[in-house]
Antibody, heavy 117, light 107 residues
Framework: EVQLLESGGGLVQPGGSLRLSCAAS????????MSWVRQAPGKGLEWVST???????YYADSVKGRFTISRDNSKNTLYLQMNSLRAEDTAVFYC???????????WGRGTLVTVSS | DIQMTQSPSTLSASVGDRVTITCRAS??????LAWYQQKPGKAPKLLIY???NLGSGVPSRFSGSGSGTEFTLTISSLQPDDFATYYC?????????FGQGTKVEIK
């Protein structure tokens, strides 16, 4: 069974940093593209970033230059380093992956990031 | 960036109704479109991929169609478990983008 477990969320001040992790199990992690998708309170879904199985990285314009996605295949773990956080980054961050590039068959439960002073 | 626009934003329907949600892309995305269902406090669930392919374990009352810039999600006979918010998502090109969502409410 595919399992994705996010951690690292919390309350951070504007301008601060946070590192999210996503521990994966139940599939061959190194063979899958991995993504972060977020959802601000009461709002819709927003794709944030993807790292391909080959290591290529892609970002939404709203986070480019501030967020860095990475993966450690030896630990089956996905990361999102978030710097220069803003109030508008407040959201539940989901780790997600799928059987086909661009599709999200599997999701974690999400971790809440709150940016506030 | 490719903009995805769903209509309607909210839909009131009864159990047994046939429901259709439309998603329009700001430029052609071929058939690179997915549909998701999300219930409050839960992660989204993949319903449809590549415009018309049913996701794993998804009931056959859900169907998708379309290509290019116009797509539809149809629920043939609405069930109590289907009251939720539905999102389309394009994965033709980065940045991948979602529609704003359509909330299906009980009439």
């Amino acid at each position: 069974e595919v399992q994705l477990l996010e951690s690292g969320g919390g309350l951070v001040q504007p301008g601060g940093s946070l590192r999210l992790s996503c521990a994966a199990s139940g599939f061959t992690f190194s063979s899958y593209d991995m993504s972060w998708v977020r959802q601000a309170p009461g709002k819709g879904l927003e794709w944030v970033s993807t790292i391909s199985s080959g290591g290529g990285t892609y970002y939404a314009d709203s986070v480019k230059g501030r967020f860095t996605i990475s993966r450690d295949n030896s630990k089956n773990t996905l990361y999102l380093q978030m710097n220069s956080l803003r109030a508008e980054d407040t959201a539940v961050f989901y780790c997600a992956t799928g059987e086909r590039s661009g599709n999200f068959d599997y999701w974690g439960r999400g971790t809440l990031v709150t940016v506030s002073s | 960036d490719i903009q995805m626009t769903q209509s309607p934003s909210t839909l009131s329907a009864s159990v047994g109704d046939r429901v259709t949600i439309t998603c329009r892309a700001s430029q052609s995305i071929s058939r690179w479109l997915a549909w998701y269902q999300q219930k409050p406090g839960k992660a989204p669930k993949l319903l449809i991929y590549k415009a018309s392919n049913l996701g794993s374990g998804v009931p056959s009352r859900f169907s998708g169609s379309g290509s290019g810039t116009e797509f539809t999600l149809t629920i043939s006979s609405l069930q109590p478990d289907d009251f939720a918010t539905y999102y389309c998502q394009q994965y033709d090109s980065y940045p991948w983008t979602f529609g704003q969502g359509t909330k299906v409410e009980i009439k």
